[in-house]
């Protein structure tokens, strides 16, 4: 069937505008994205700034950052990542290409005590920039699957 043409015949509640269906009645809300909800680019900004605060006091943790001394490109890259895997804008892409995280962790040694670590920090910051707890819930239950998905060492 040719894309434009509507997959159900009108209701007499709709009309058809050139190729676009303009429902007038019987709207169902459109479903925000786990993005909006948590409260945009800042939301993601201020989780990972204090993600690396966290990661800052913990010496083990910043060992495995190749540019200690300066974080704010691993800033960059993690918070435009997250906002795009939840459905915000997608610079990480256009930056960096496709994300395969496993691959690029690779280069650091992750055993379940690093993994740790970096999950320690970022609940931590989860709970400091308390969004909505299903956002919450969401982003905790991500963080622990990919967390453990990024490991590489016994
Ligand atoms: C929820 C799991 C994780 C996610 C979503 C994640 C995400 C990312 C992203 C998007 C980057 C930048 C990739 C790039 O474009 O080059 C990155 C880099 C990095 N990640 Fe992770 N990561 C996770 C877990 C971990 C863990 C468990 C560790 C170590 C304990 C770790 C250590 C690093 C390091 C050292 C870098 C290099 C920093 C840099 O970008 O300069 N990550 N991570």
Redesign the pocket.
């Known amino acids: 069937m040719p894309e434009h043409l509507p997959v159900r015949p009108a209701r007499p509640d709709e009309t058809a505008s050139g190729d676009r269906y303009q429902p007038t009645l019987d709207r169902t809300p459109a479903r925000r994205s786990v993005f909006e909800e948590a409260g945009g680019m800042p939301f993601f900004e201020g989780l990972v700034d204090r993600f690396y605060q966290g990661v800052q006091a913990n010496p083990e943790?910043l060992a495995?950052?190749?540019?200690q001394a300066d974080?704010m490109?691993?800033r960059h890259?993690?918070a435009?990542?997250?906002a795009q895997?939840w459905g915000g804008p997608t610079t990480?892409n256009e930056e960096?290409g496709h994300?395969r995280?496993y691959m690029?962790?690779m280069?650091?040694a992750?055993d379940p005590a690093?993994?740790d670590?970096?999950?320690t920090a970022?609940r931590a910051a989860v709970g400091y920039m308390d969004p909505p707890p299903h956002v919450a819930a969401r982003l905790l239950q991500?963080?622990d699957?990919?967390?453990e998905?990024?490991?590489n060492q016994k």
């Not at 495995?64 to 540019?67: G, K, N, S």
């Open positions: 943790l495995l950052y190749p540019d974080l490109g691993a890259r993690l435009l990542f997250l895997y990480y960096r994300p995280l690029r962790h280069a650091f992750i690093a993994r670590r970096w999950l970022m991500y963080f699957m990919a967390a998905a990024m490991r």
